[in-house]
């Protein structure tokens, strides 16, 4: 479960079997931690590829409450305009924290994040055709580190 901090009650599942045997566990109050009221359990499916290639197309996500976030953890929001669509997105920045991107690279705080080039991941583009994306394990301050694509080398979005 890559999209999931060590120790952390939010879970991330690949699988809609496995997330709904783990709600019924995290309501039962049946995993370390939890309890009954501890968190209220929501299940999402993917339907775009914005946090491939830690979450894909068709796989389905149990997200639970938190009352504490961290950098590096998934969060689930409603878009504020039409309060239907659902977003997932990964923390990056705390309060007080200035973001940035230049150049493709994310700085906090005036500093580039760590950057390591991996393997091209392959992915299948609108047309069901292999694609080979660049690939990078990101390394986020506090130690949090997680794979993300560059989909669009020089895109609109590398620098704001």
Known sequence: MPAC????????????????????????????GSTPAAAELRTFSIVATSMAPTLLINEFILAAEAKQVMRG?????????????????????????????????????GTPVALER??????Q????????????RETLPGGHSHRILDMAERGFLDNT
């Not at 305009?81 to 200035?98: E, I, S, W």
């Not at 991996?118 to 992915?123: A, H, I, K, N, Y």
């Open 73 to 109: 953890d998934l969060v689930t929001y409603l878009l504020p305009k039409d309060n239907r669509t659902v977003y997932v997105k990964r923390v990056v920045g705390l309060p007080g924290d200035r973001i940035r991107m230049i150049e493709g690279r994310l700085h906090i705080n």
């Open 5 to 32: 901090r060590p120790n952390s009650r939010r879970a991330t599942l690949r699988s809609g079997v496995l997330a709904a045997v783990a709600a019924v566990f995290l309501q039962l109050g049946l995993i370390a």
């Open 118 to 123: 991996l393997e091209d991941f392959e992915m």
């Open 125 to 136: 583009d609108f047309d069901g055709k292999p694609q080979r994306v660049p690939q990078y």
